[in-house]
């Protein structure tokens, strides 16, 4: 089955600093989605980027599908940006698969 | 629109014993799956369900089991609970398999 890896695991910032987050994934996938668990463990949708570039406020994300591997971009990082990252992959009709997480902490 | 609603929140049971969660998904929503989060193992896949068939299963013991009703809420179940199950479980729904996942608050669970 496909392998996500994602990189840093672990990224700490101070507020106002700009971020980039890495996914990469071993086979052609027609889905692939950026997740941000908060401390309370909510998994929240950030992206689905399957392809191409898309903004949403600070954070944009580009996924590379010819060189299999995706970005997510925070930038002026607030203390509320803190928690788990995780990119997820699925290739055809099998399991989304997701990579390991990226810890960011943001301090005052 | 409400979201995936997951019951209960939490829970405390006892190795030996076995468990049902609940999953409510985005109303139209037609995809259910669920997974396991430890924290050493990350997130793991458990099953996924489509319009009440199973479309794919993760690889857990049998003890795991799941079931997608006509209305799309689901339900797992885990029997003979293990210490290692203590975990917070994870459903998510989407309107068909390739859609974005939207996921519920999560029910985390304790086996003492």
């Known amino acids: 089955g496909i392998q996500v890896e994602q990189s840093p695991p672990d990224l700490i910032l101070q507020e106002g600093a700009n971020s980039t987050l890495r996914c990469n994934f071993s086979d052609s996938v027609n889905n692939l989605q950026w997740f941000h668990q908060n401390p309370w463990g909510q998994l929240i949708n950030l992206f689905y980027?399957?392809?191409g570039t898309k903004q949403n406020g600070r954070l944009s994300a580009t996924t590379v599908a010819t060189e299999r591997y995706s970005l997510l971009y925070i930038s002026s990082s607030q203390t509320t940006d803190s928690g788990v990252y995780f990119c997820?992959?699925?290739?055809?009709?099998?399991?989304?698969?997701f990579g390991q997480g990226t810890r960011l902490t943001i301090n005052p | 629109k409400a979201g995936v609603t997951q019951t209960p929140r939490y829970l405390i049971k006892t190795r030996g014993q076995q468990v049902t969660l609940s999953c409510s998904p985005i109303s139209g929503h037609r995809s259910v799956s669920w997974y396991q989060q430890t924290p050493g193992q990350g997130l793991q896949f458990l099953f996924e369900?489509?319009?009440?068939?199973?479309?794919n299963k993760g690889n857990f013991p049998g003890r795991f089991s799941g079931r997608q009703f006509s209305n799309s809420r689901s339900e797992m179940n885990v029997s003979t609970l293990e210490l290692g199950d203590s975990a917070l479980y994870l459903c998510?729904?989407?309107?068909?398999?390739?859609?974005?996942?939207?996921f519920g608050n999560g029910t985390r669970l304790t086996v003492t």
């Open positions: 998510a729904s989407s309107l068909e398999g390739n859609s974005p996942l939207h």
């Open positions: 369900y489509f319009s009440e068939t199973q479309r």
């Open positions: 997820a992959c699925r290739q055809g009709a099998q399991k989304l698969v």
């Open positions: 980027i399957p392809s």
